[in-house]
């Protein structure tokens, strides 16, 4: 029987059933919570992922693609590092605290990789590196042993976490702008989620 084109049955669309939107930065108690369990399990690279995903706020497509090169020379781990940015060709920098070069620093002698060679390796054999996809399920699997609901959380959350404890306890908008890497403030604007009540606690504390 002939059916029409218009009458044929719709494709459920890729977004049905899932929240959309902005995903929520983790808080302090939360990292603490994810990178203790991480310590008790012994997941040696999902640590140094986890700490280096808060500490260098690069998007996810630049995380998974870093090599040992760009983060340590001479065996260790450099307290700062310079990236080419593959959305806007744009370097950025980014600091590398103690507990995450020790942390890298175990998982690169754990895993015996070379200078040259990916920073998070991946077992499947089509990649040299974490896929995204990886990434995605690994991050999950974070935010479940937190407690936290995981579809409220996603790789932008790890990009945003540091950059929004950085702004909430000093307010420098420019410096977060910096550390992210945007070329203009409004971008930072929005990615942060600033809104006017930000501005009146800013103003607020200002007494002339």
């Not at 369990?37 to 640590?47: Q, Y």
């Not at 370097?91 to 690169?108: D, G, H, K, M, Q």
């Not at 995204?132 to 996603?154: F, H, N």
């Not at 790789?155 to 908008?173: C, D, E, F, G, P």
Request: net charge positive; with cysteine.
């Amino acid at each position: 029987m002939y059916r029409p084109k218009f009458l044929a049955a719709k494709k459920n669309p890729w977004n049905k059933g899932k929240l959309i939107g902005p995903k929520q930065p983790l808080s302090l108690k939360q990292i603490w919570s994810i990178r203790h369990s991480l310590k008790i399990e012994e997941r040696c690279r999902d640590l140094a992922l986890f700490n280096l995903a808060i500490d260098s706020k690069l998007r996810a497509c630049d995380l998974l693609s870093l090599r040992v090169s760009d983060v340590s020379s001479d065996g260790k781990v450099n307290r700062r590092a310079t990236i080419l940015q593959q959305k806007t060709q744009r370097p950025v920098r980014f600091e590398i605290t103690s507990a995450s070069r020790r942390s890298i620093e175990t998982w690169i002698d754990a895993a015996r990789l070379s200078d040259t060679g990916f920073l998070f390796t991946s077992r499947q054999q089509s990649s040299q590196h974490l896929s995204l996809r990886q990434y995605s399920r690994i991050l999950g699997k974070w935010v479940r042993r937190a407690g936290l609901d995981p579809t409220m959380y996603g790789t932008h959350s790890m990009r945003r976490t540091k950059a929004t404890l950085i702004y909430r306890q000093t307010k420098n908008i420019r410096a977060v702008q910096l550390l992210l890497g945007h070329s203009k403030l409004e971008s930072t604007v929005r990615y942060l989620g600033i809104d006017v009540d930000d501005a009146l606690e800013i103003s607020e504390q200002i007494d002339v």
